[in-house]
């Protein structure tokens, strides 16, 4: 099954339709998927390496825009759902306590999210929601999901054939392990 999966992934990066589905991921992952772009970027630049750069960048456009979607679901759920369930349990108090820390510090919320495998729609919903300025929320995103969607794609261009050879040979493991940090991602997300 793991193979099918891996032969379907590759075929598709050569498909002409490859680019709009990796552009399609990456904007909805920053709002409301919960799988990650890199699924489809890696066999992407690894089919395709001397198209990385072009890769990189259309995931990473997708996903800054997804991420003003997020960031639009924030605020105008956060108005019509959240801010009333807060005054109802009494706890306006404490949510404009976290707004004013998290707006102080919410760039660095959206570099680390941006960068690493935590779930970039949290921060995108949460920067909306607690209103951290949108200009600021959008250049943050766009240095933070350029720098890890361009290291990834530089990587695999430099390295591809030897990292392609290694996933195909221990694809189960590969597998294991993609799985064990999405897991775990959640779990951090869940008990942070």
């Keep these: 099954m793991l193979r099918r999966l891996y032969d379907w992934t590759f075929s598709l990066a050569q498909s002409p339709y490859?680019?709009?589905a990796l552009a399609f991921i990456a904007f909805i992952e920053s709002s409301v998927f919960a799988v990650p772009?890199?699924?489809?970027?890696?066999?992407?630049?690894?089919?395709?390496?001397?198209?990385?750069?072009?890769?990189?960048?259309?995931?990473?456009?997708?996903?800054?825009?997804?991420?003003?979607?997020?960031y639009y679901i924030g605020a105008e759920l956060f108005d019509i759902a959240g801010k009333p369930l807060l005054e109802f349990y009494g706890k306006m108090d404490q949510f404009e306590a976290f707004k004013e820390r998290f707006n102080a510090y919410g760039h660095w919320a959206v570099l680390v999210a941006g960068v690493t495998p935590f779930p970039y729609k949290v921060i995108t919903i949460t920067s909306g929601a607690t209103g951290?300025?949108?200009?600021?929320?959008?250049?943050?995103?766009l240095i933070a999901r350029a720098l890890r969607f361009f290291i990834v794609a530089a990587l695999l261009w430099k390295f591809g054939a030897p990292i392609k050879d290694f996933i195909e040979k221990r694809m189960g493991l590969v597998f294991t392990v993609f799985i064990v940090l999405?897991?775990?991602?959640?779990?951090?997300v869940k008990y942070l």
Excluded: E, K, N
């Design 18 to 20: 490859a680019l709009w």
């Design 37 to 70: 772009p890199d699924v489809l970027l890696i066999p992407l630049v690894l089919a395709a390496p001397h198209r990385a750069w072009l890769i990189a960048g259309i995931c990473t456009v997708a996903s800054v825009l997804g991420g003003g979607l997020g």
């Design 132 to 141: 951290l300025p949108f200009i600021q929320f959008m250049i943050w995103s």
């Design 182 to 188: 999405l897991i775990g991602t959640f779990y951090l």
